[in-house]
Structures are given as C-alpha cells and as structure tokens.
C-alpha cells in the first residue's frame, strides 16, 4: 500500500530515483539530457530555499501576475441548481487568462539565473504557450514554441498571442498535431539544443524536476485560496469539494497542494478528465478509465496507450486537456484515493459553459468547463452546507472560433 | 566470445571500423524489412534494428518516418522478433542489436521481453531512454542471459559518470557523437568527436566503443579510427525515398552500404 506522507509538499514525496509512490515519475530520458536535469534539479532545488529568489518570485507574481486573483460566489448558479453552494477561484484573471502564467514565470526566472538565453515550450491549448512568450519578452528570453498543427488551428487567438510577444511558434505535423506530439518535439528541440536552452514543460508532467518545478509554481493558487477561504468562512468549513480540470495536471495541483492534508471528508479533491466526443471511443481520461501504467515523456504514469505500449491518439473538443498522459503526482493522488478523478464529454462541457455563462459574468474556457460540468451534476444532490469550488482557470477568448461552431452566434 | 565481440574482432583485424546499419523492423513492410536486413548484412558487420514507438523523443524526422510507416503496416512486438528470427537463420546473419524505447519493454514485462530476446537471438539491445543508472536492474538482467546492454555515453556526460557508465558497461558502448537527435547533420568536427572517443577509450581499452548520430557516405570516412560506426537515418531516408520513387527500397539500401563499407576499409 502506497501513502501519502502529512506535512510534506506531494513535490516533495519523491524517492532518490524520482519516483512517487515508487512508480509513478521518474527520469525516462535519453543520456544526453542527464546533464542538463541534473544541473536543473541542483539549480532549482537550491533557488527554492534562497530568500531573494523567493521574494523575487514574489514580486513577479504579485506585481506582473496580478495575485491573489479572486474568489468569488456563483449566487445565481448555485440557487438555480438549489443544492451546493458554488464559488470559483477566477484564476483565468491572472496576466495571460490562465494558470500557465506561474509555471512560465518561474522557468524564465530559472532560466536566468542559469546564464540560459533561448527558452523552449510545449503548448496545447495555447496557454502555456502564450505565457512561456510573455514572461520570456519581459526577462530578455529569446522564445520557441511547438505546437500541434490541429492546436494551431483551433486556439487561434493564442496563436496570435505568441507571435505578437515575438515567439517562434513551430507546427508539429507527426501523430495526432495535438499536445503529446508538441511535448515530444519539444523534448526532441531540447536534446539538440541543451547547451543554451532552457526547457519549460507546460504542466506538471515530463521527468521529474519539471513536475516539481511547475507543482511549487501553481501552488500559488492554494496558498492564496486558503486564505480566501479562511476570510470569507471565518475558518474552513466541514463539506468542501475542490473541483478541477485535469489535463496534464498542474491547474489541479495548484488547486489542490494546501489541502492535501485535510481529511477526504472535509476537503474533497475531484479532478475531472476529457471524455471526448461522447459518440466516441477515444478520450482522454487515463484516470478515469483506468489505463495502464506506462511510459511517456519521461515519466512513468497512467496513460492511454494500446497493449504494446504504443501511446493512444485521443480527442477533446478541449486543446488543453487533449493528452494521453497525466502527472505522476495525480496517479499517486488517486491510487492513495486522495483524490476522485472523473470526466465529463465535450457535449457536458458545452452545457456547462452554457449555463454558467448564461447565470453568471464569468466565462471559462473549454478546459475549466469540464470541472463545472461535474459541479452542476452533483451540486443539486448536496446541501446547502456544502460548499463547491471550482477552480475557473482559464478565459474562454481562445475557444472562440470552436464555441462560435459548436453553439452559434447566441453563445 | 560474444558474437558482438567477435564481429569487432574482425574489423580490427582487417584493420577498419566496424560498420553498424539500423533500420526499423517494418520498414517499409514485414518483408521487405527483412530482405533489408539479409541484403546488407553482406556489408554490415553489426546490425541494429529499430522496434518503432509512435511517441520516439529521441529520434529525428527519417527514423520517425520509418517508425510510423512500419506501425502503419501494423508491426507488432512478436512481428519483430520473427524478423531478427528469420535473419538469423539466413545465409549470413550478423549480430543483432535490438533498439527501442522502455515503454514497450515494460508493457512486455522485463524478463518475459529479456526471454524472448534470447530464444529470438538478439544479441544485444539498447534502449534509449533508459539510461545509466536507473538501466542497472535491466542491463544485470541482460548480461545473466548473455544479451548485451548497450549504455549510452553522450558528450554531455561528465567524467565521472563516464567512469561508472564504462565500468558497468558489456561488449559495447555507444558514443552520441554530438547534441541531437538522430539523422541530424554533423554540427561538430571529427577531431573534436575522436578526441572524446580517445578520452572514453583511454578508460578502458577492452571496451568497443562505436560513434554514431550525424554519420553518412560524407563523414563516414572521416571517423574511421574508431571502433565501430553507425549509420541509421541516412538509410532510414533511403528507405523513404524509395518508396517515395516506387523503386525498391532493398536494392538501393544495399548500395548505401555498400559504399559505405569500401569508405572505411
Ligand atoms: C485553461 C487551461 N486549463 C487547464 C489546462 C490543462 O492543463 P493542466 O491540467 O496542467 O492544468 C490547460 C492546458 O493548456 C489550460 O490552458
């Protein structure tokens, strides 16, 4: 039986060969890039201890990220499904409208620091993406981006984005054109060009320094939930549900990393994956269906994969949680049945984005709108005394042209 | 000694590298894969053949060309190992090194995938993303089974790794000759990857040590001190071109090596 250790960040619970749980993560990689993570572990692991690096980091966050972003209540969905009541952390409010503003901002601060002038990314939806070209203009990084050839054509706007922040975004025409390929040519750019590039993995996936690096990254969101919570709640209350996207897992993570602790009674963890198109086998919830243990990326996870260990194609209507894979940190959250993982279709993430769009003036992404999809099922089974947060952590601008095509003009 | 050894041995007595071809298992189809192999091992004196993943992180454009065309013609494990079976009941079968990536290994199960190396008659085999030390555990299982593991030395690895890897090591070790994926151009001069080589094979004479990645009919000659040399994508890209210009893949694979072998003799 695996554990989780209490008082320990799940960065953290790691043994001296990178795994968690002893199989989960690990360092999958070819011996060209040995160097280049170990120098990384050894440069991060020491900047995360170092005050000035914190108050830097600090700094940036507050002042060029805009935290805390808020926490809000959803009056009006929560009384039209009449049971939970419903908040949402508006990540999406963040520099950039999203999570990936963290991750990125802390790789180009790493990249500084080792003397790195070109940083590299992967991207899916276009976020990590977007904020990897913004944080590398504002440090003086010189910025390259790959991304899925069927990604570019639906994440326009993000796109756009990068290219105006003076990145090279990079088609990537092999396999399915989504985020696995972007990730594996990425890795591929960084073997070739490790000397002087700094690599930043768009989530918490990959070999193991960049689960941590992007897990201390997004934790942000936690730390200031916690307080948020503490604020309007006087203390944490007894029913809570944090509800969360999960893709590669590091919106999740962030969401989650200040609760771990707390008993699954109190503080439950639900993450919910991509079901896909729901008139379609193919999906991209390794979580939730159960698929095999595998290797992808460097890491050892859940993935979808066929039984040769050939990696799924899979499908979302959503860029950013089109993924095979998923964090070794959320395969160790599950299989410690910390965490409960579920999916939602792309047509209950079109619902959700619905409704709550027409009750409230918010307006998140694809990717979020599958955790509301979960919250809108099972709010009206819970009483008032349950309080649901969703974690909002992306802005629906990207998805235009697919909301535009899936609801019409009206929406 | 090894057949791998032994191969060595003779190149060195003829007083040339030893020549390594890899190509992909299905490459471009179950058959034509295998008249591949049977054709250039006249020339080959090692040859290394590629299991195709469809995620391949280490592998440039050609040799990912081949891997998708060789799992769109719907290679499967067992179909790989009825190729190097085949070869090795051919006319002239030479030592075979089987290359690929951990995933499909661990699916398989260490030791069942370690077994079945055997009674195939892989007699070597590298992964490349398992790399020193997490290979320990697999490479000590090989070596009980007379496999040899194969480790990686790369110009990013530091002396005192390169003295664990060496040490550790089987009947070959594989010099990345420069950063990069394979099929990429040669971005670093000769000298400067002889001078490594000298310095790994200063460690250990008994060790073979081969260079590969960057390495066509145009710098081939130009490495021959070493021990062995690998050619891997600029005959995956023939394959490519050959069926791009429906000619056969075989005839004109055999050239490539052909030529290649008269440039190191
Ligand atoms: C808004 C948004 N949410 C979620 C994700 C999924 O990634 P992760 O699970 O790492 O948060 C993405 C990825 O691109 C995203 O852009």
Redesign the pocket.
Known sequence: MIKLKKKIPLIDQHDKNGFWGGKFGGNFIPETLKKPVEDLSILFERLRYNKSFIKQRDYHFKNYIGSPTSFIKLQKLSNHLGGAQIYAKMV?EANG????IYNATVHCLIAKKAGKKYVVGD??????GKMLSMAAKRFGLKCKIFMGAKDIKRQKPNVDAMKKNGANVVPVYSGSQT?VDAVSECMRYWVSNCDNTHMCV????GPNIFVKI?GWS?AQISRELKFQIQSEFKKIPKKVKLI???????????FWSEFIDYEKKQIELIGVEAGGPRSSKLHAAPLTNGAKLGILHGAAAYVCQNSEGQINETDSI????D?PGV?PIHCFLKDTKRARYTSATDEHALDAYKLVTKLEKINP?L??SHAFAEAIKIAPKLGKNTIIIVNS???AK?DRDILKARLGNNK | MSLINLAFKKAKNKKRPALLTYTVAGDSSKKKSLEILKSIAKYADICEIGFPHNTPIADGGQIQSSAYRALKNGIKIKDVFSIVRDFKRSATPKPIILMGYYNMIYQYGDNNFINICKKSGVDGLIVVDLPYPENKDFAKKCKKKNISFIQLVSPTTSLIRMKKIIMDSHDMVYYISMLSTTGGKLKVSPEKILKKYNKIKSLNKNKNIVIGFGITEKTIASLRKADGLVVGSALCKEISKSVENRQNPVTNVTNIVKRLRKKIL
């Open positions: 999406s409208g999203a999570h990936k991207t899916g939806a276009g976020y990590a985020l768009g989530s918490t996936v992007c997004t969360n996207c999960v893709g590669g897992g590091s919106s999740a993570y962030g959503s860029a950013g949680l993924y964090s992404s990717e979020p952590c992306g802005d990207k």
